[in-house]
Every structure is written in C-alpha cells, then in structure tokens.
C-alpha cells in the first residue's frame, strides 16, 4: 500500500511536460497498474450526445458549438484552461444550468436518443439518471446516513436503507472510516472523506451517467488516488465524466478527452471545443497545436 | 563570505521586525477606543437608571402584594387591583399573531426566495414590504379600524364590543408584524448557501424537496429567532390597540361568561395597562402600580427574547 501510494503521489508531482511526451504510447502505463488512459475500442454504445450547444449567461456568449459524443462505460475527461467552459457544459448535461435565471442552452443534448431540452422533459426526472459531484464538496447540514439515504429516500426507494447505505459508502471508499458514526454529523468529517461522501450520495441513488465536476481539485494526492480508483471501479457500471485541470489525472483515468479553450473577440471570451480524441492521442498526438502547448504546458 | 551572509541575514531580520512591529499604543487609536467606551457606559446608564427607578417604585408593590398583583384582575380599588387581565389579553393577542404570522410571514418569504422570477414585479413587492415594516404601528391601528372590525363583526365574531376585540386585536397586530417576519425570514433564506440547494437538485430532488428537506431546516434557526422577537414587539405595541378600542378604563369580565364571550368582550393588554394606570389621577395606581406593571411587561419581553436566543442555540447547534 504505501509502495503503491509512494509510487502515485510521484507521478502526480510530475508535471513537467517532458515526462509526459516520453511516457508514450501509453504514458499511464508506465506508473501505475491500473491503465485505464489509452485507445478505447468503439464498442462501447454512445449513451449522450451534444450537438452544436451553445451556451450564453443572459447576452454573454460563453460555448460556442461543442459536439461530442460520450460513450456507456467510460471516462470521459473535460480538460482546458480557467473560464472555457468546462463547468458550463457538465452542468448543462443534467439541467443544473436551469438554476441559474441568467443561464440558457441552445443546440441539442441527446440522452439514449432523446433531447433532454425538448419541451415537456422534467429536469428532476433527469438529474435522477444523470448524478453530480460538485467542484467543492457540499454535503448536507445532515447527519453521514441522512446525506446518503436522502436522494433514495425521495425517489421512492424500496429496499433495505441501511445496506443501500453501507453499500455505497463502501463504493465510495468511505465504509471503513465511518461506520461507526453514520449519525454525527457529515461537517465533521475532512474536506477528502465529505468529497467521497458526496460521491457515495451520487452514486446511492444508481444514476446511469456521473458528471464530477473537479472532484479532487480540493484533495491531497492520497484522496486523489482514490478517488481515481473509484472512478475507475465505478466506471464498469456507471458513465463518468469528469473535469480536472490536472494533466495527469485525465491521462489516468479517462478513455476519451475533450480539450476547450477560449477565444477572445470583440472583448467577449467565449469557450469552444478544440480536439476530442480518445486519450492517448489527444496526450500523444493531439492534431492541433493548441492542445499540444496546452497539455505540455506551454499554453497562454 | 559567511560573515557577509551573516550581516544580510541581520539586516533583514531588523528590516522585517521594524516593519511587523509597532512601539506601544497609538494614541489615536486608543482616544478612539476610550471614547467608543464611553458611550457604551453612557447609554448602559441611562438604561441602568431608567430600571432602577422603575424598579423602586414598583419594589412596594411587589413586597405588599406578592402574587396577587399579577393573579388579580382589573379594579378600581388600587388595594386589590391586578394586571392578570392584561397578561391574559397579551398572551391571547400573542397566539393569534403566532398562528397568522408565522404561516403566512414564512409561506411569503419562502415564494419571495425561492420561486418569484427576479423582475421588477418581484423587486417592487420586496421594495414594499420593506417600507411597509418601517410604517408607523398607529397606522396598522388605524387600518384595524377601518377593515378588521368590521370584518370581525362581519363574521358574527363582534360579540359585546361590535368587533372592538381581542380577535380584531390580533389580526391588527399580525399585520403589523408581518413585513418584518416576511424580511427576518427572506433573510435567513436567503442564507442559506446556494451549494447546499445544488446538493439536492443534484441527486434529482424536486424543488419543494430541496426547499422543504434542506433550505428550510437551514433557514429555522434564523427564522424562528425572528419571529419570536416580533412577538415581543406585539407584546409591547400600544398605540394600534387604543386606535381599535381595547378598554382603558375598568372592566369586569363576566365570571360565568363563555369563552366566546370572553374573547369577544372587552379586552386590555399589558401595555395598555400601564398606559391607562398612568394616566389614574389616584396616586396609587400612577406612582406604584404602574410601574409594577411595566416590571411584569419587561420580564415577559426579556423572557421572550432569552427564549429566542435559547431557540436559536439549540437549532443551530444541530450539527
Ligand atoms: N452564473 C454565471 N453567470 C454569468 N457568467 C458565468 C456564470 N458561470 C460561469 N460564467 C462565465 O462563463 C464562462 C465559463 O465558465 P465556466 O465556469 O464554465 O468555466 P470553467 O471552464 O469551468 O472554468 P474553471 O476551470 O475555472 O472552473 C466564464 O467566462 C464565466 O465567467
Ligand atoms: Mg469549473
């Protein structure tokens, strides 16, 4: 265990970009067992599909035009530099950008086929199969137990509360360090152990797509990797798609990457798509310079 | 070459202490804090003087009578005289304040929080609330007059008094309060942090779930200390109570009289009390059981706000 943590935190401090160049064809490979970061066949269904979104705040133009698809089954990551709007598109992937009033979606965002912003679809009924971790963690004012049964709870579960519990904070990693305090309260518990928690609320109500928005932006190296390793456990069952500003962290976990960047014209900066590849092109081929200064660090 | 390390070294460390250091008190600042103080121990005692003298007219009182001065009701005997029908018409007053307010004061901050779009529609009523809260408590007396006793009276609740009671008392003072219950608890709802209200939408609650299973019990402490603290302002209020014909002089409600008699008879309030004892040319009832009565008043409204305080504790230590 502590070789093997030894091992990650090492390759998370390597952020010189030289490493990552010679780390090819598969650079994940080379530091950690656990390769999921590589050329991921197509037999994997498209499960949701975004078609020319654009996305504006009131008259900011903020996207512009992203397509892409994502498919069943795996780690897509959303990777770019601050304020191209990775957050913007995630969010509106489950209609949480409904909650802002300023916010609003044009294009199409297709779900097994059907549009999620087509008229008459309840963006309740949507958030219930398209699950979210937030950037920050934001566990309820609630005890451990009532965070994770709550979303269960209101849609009607009918099983075994405490094991669906125990269940998913054993998914999230979490079990083993709360078990015996299920009823104290979950601002008790370090920033790393409320994110896990947040997962386990995610994942207790059995979405079929988890959006995690920078999950580990706020975690040591440990709770990071495994926080990863739980990404790449959850992903034999569930669809994840994750933002992270760190390099090698999509190179680890995801199977596809999306890189955005922004453009300025007319004093507005507005986020675009630039190359989505599987992994290891996008970090070993990427068709575009852009994505290239950007992922060796030499962007801007 | 050590020794030249060693003398940058010195260097800094004086450079950085000179800086982050600074000799002795300021006197400016210090004026500034002994005036401050001054006021504090100036307002403390006038406050102080006020409660002493009060206190020591009303001590004899106290010493002569005992319980009997709060058990006993209204009479023209100052010997025997008591504020019980005052308390009870406060605290009848209170409970309809409560049971009108509250819902109504919290149903409207959670529509003006939650679910109102954010237009000029929406600005104009929070806009009017607002000045509404500021608008003297006689003018509630006045529109008590004008609509809610004829409507008591209209709905047959008019009794003895024509509506002049304690019901149209109540109403009048719920709508006086209103505005701030509304403002204290908007307040509190608005709070409450926007991530918390993501966390439930995120794994697909409704939005009255959201509200109702995390926004609101966020929002409770806030708004429950709010509302007891408008209590004790309609405790308190005078002024709207004799616009509407609450009795300043003496009365006897009927010993065998129903509960619908009672609450639809003549009524007074503690603050009334201490208004028409005041105004008694006896000297009795003006010189010591007046203020007697306000040393009832004042511990009903400090137990009212400790009991906020204790409220406000105890549900925002939860977690
Ligand atoms: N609620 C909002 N109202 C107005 N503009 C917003 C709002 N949220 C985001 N924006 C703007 O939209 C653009 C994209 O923001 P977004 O949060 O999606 O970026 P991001 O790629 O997630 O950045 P980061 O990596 O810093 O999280 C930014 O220019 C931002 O200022
Ligand atoms: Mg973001």
Redo the contacts between chains.
Sequence with gaps: MADRIGTTVDSVDHTRPETLEDASPSLAATRSPRVTGGTPSDEHAVILELSDVNAYYGDFHAVDSVSLPIREKEVTAFIGPSGCGKSTVIRSINRMNDLIPTARIEGAITYHGVDLYAPGVDPVEVRRRIGMVFQKPNPFPKSIYDNVAFGPKISKYSGDMDELVERSLTRAALWDEVKDKLSDSAYALSGGQQQRLCIARAIATSPDVLLMDEPASALDPIATLRIEELMYELKQEYTIVIVTHNMQQAARVSDRTAFFSVDVKEGQRTGRLVEFADTATIFTNPQHDETEDYITGRFG | MTTAATRREEATRAAVEKAITHGGPKLGSLAFRLLLLALLVMSFVILAALLADIASSAWPTFAERGPSFVMNGLSLNPATAGVWTGIVGSLIIAFIVAILAFPVGVAAAIYLEEYA??NRRTRFVDTTVRNLAGVPSIVYGLLGLAIFVPVVRGIGLGGSTGGKNVIAAGITMAALVLPIVIITSAEAIRSV?N????????????QW?VIS??VL??ALPGILTGTVLTLARAFGETAPLLVIGVATGFFSPAGDATLLDQLTGPYTALPVVVFSWSRQTQAAFADTLAPAAIVVLLTVLFALNGFAIWLRNRTEG??
């Design positions: 779009p954010d942090p991530s918390i209200r993501d966390a439930g939408y995120g794994v697909g609650a409704t779930e299973s995390h019990p966020s939860r977690w």
